[in-house]
C-alpha cells in the first residue's frame, strides 16, 4: 500500500489568494507527481520531483510552483490562485512492484477539489 | 513526448454486454498501466501490462508492444464498471502521459 493522503480535500478560494496543496507518502518512494484533471482534458502533468529538492515541470506548469524538503512531502502552490485553477489535483507516487522486474507501478491519492472563485 | 489517444472516448452498454477499450501510443513505452476512475473520482490501479495478455475477473488486458498498442477488455459488464477508464505509457523519462480517457455508461 502507497499510503498516499492528499490535503486538503476540498477547498475554496477566492481569486489572487495563495493556495498550498500537499501530498505525504508513508513511504521512501523517489518519485512523485502533481496533474490535474479537467473535463475533455483527462489528466495533465503539471509538475514531478525525482527526489529531494530535485523536480522539474510538466506541460502545465505555468502558475503553479513545488517544493520537496524531505521525501514523504511533495507540496503544490499556486502562488496567486486564478479561475483557470479551479480542478481537481491528483498526486501520484511511482513505486516499484517487486512481484514484476523492471515495473514502476503508478498510485494515485485521492485528490483535492480546488474552486476558484 | 509520447503522445496517448484511446478509443472510443464514450461507450453506453446494457448490463451484461462485452466492450473492448483501445490505447494506442506514438511511441513505444516501457511501462503501461490501466486505471479505473469510479463515480467518486477515485483512480484505480486495474493493471501494468507493458507487453503481455493479464487477466482479473471480468477484465482483463493485452498489450502488443511491437504496434504500440494495449486493449482492456470488459466482459459482462455490470453498473459498477460505469466511470472513465484511462490508459497512461511512458519510457525511461518516468513520466507518465495519459489519454483522454473513455467514459463508460452501464444501464441495468
Known amino acids: 500500500d502507497a499510503g498516499i493522503t492528499q490535503s486538503p480535500r476540498h477547498k475554496v478560494t477566492e481569486t489572487g489568494t495563495p493556495v498550498t496543496l500537499r501530498c505525504h507518502q508513508t513511504e521512501n518512494h523517489r518519485y512523485m507527481y502533481w496533474y490535474r484533471q479537467d473535463p475533455g482534458h483527462g489528466l495533465r502533468l503539471i509538475h514531478y520531483?525525482?527526489?529531494?529538492?530535485?523536480?522539474d515541470k510538466g506541460e502545465v506548469s505555468d502558475g503553479y510552483s513545488v517544493s520537496r524538503s524531505k521525501t514523504e512531502d511533495f507540496l503544490l502552490t499556486l502562488e496567486s490562485a486564478t479561475s483557470s485553477q479551479t480542478s481537481v489535483y491528483f498526486c501520484a507516487i511511482s513505486e516499484r512492484d517487486r512481484a514484476v522486474s523492471g515495473a514502476n507501478v503508478l498510485t494515485f491519492g485521492a485528490g483535492s477539489r480546488l474552486t476558484v472563485l | 513526448g509520447i503522445q496517448v489517444e484511446q478509443s472510443p472516448p464514450d461507450l453506453i452498454l446494457q448490463e451484461g454486454a462485452n466492450s473492448t477499450l483501445r490505447c494506442n501510443f506514438s511511441?513505444?513505452?516501457?511501462?503501461l498501466q490501466w486505471f479505473h476512475q469510479n463515480p467518486w473520482g477515485q483512480l484505480i490501479n486495474l493493471f501494468y501490462i507493458p507487453s503481455g495478455t493479464k487477466q482479473n475477473g471480468r477484465l482483463s488486458a493485452t498489450t502488443v508492444a511491437t504496434e504500440r498498442y494495449s486493449l482492456l477488455y470488459i466482459s459482462s459488464s455490470q453498473t459498477t464498471d460505469s466511470g472513465v477508464y484511462f490508459c497512461a505509457g511512458w519510457g525511461g523519462s518516468y513520466i507518465p502521459t495519459f489519454g483522454r480517457g473513455t467514459s463508460l455508461i452501464v444501464h441495468p
Open positions: 520531483s525525482y527526489g529531494v529538492k530535485d523536480t
Open positions: 511511441d513505444s513505452v516501457n511501462n
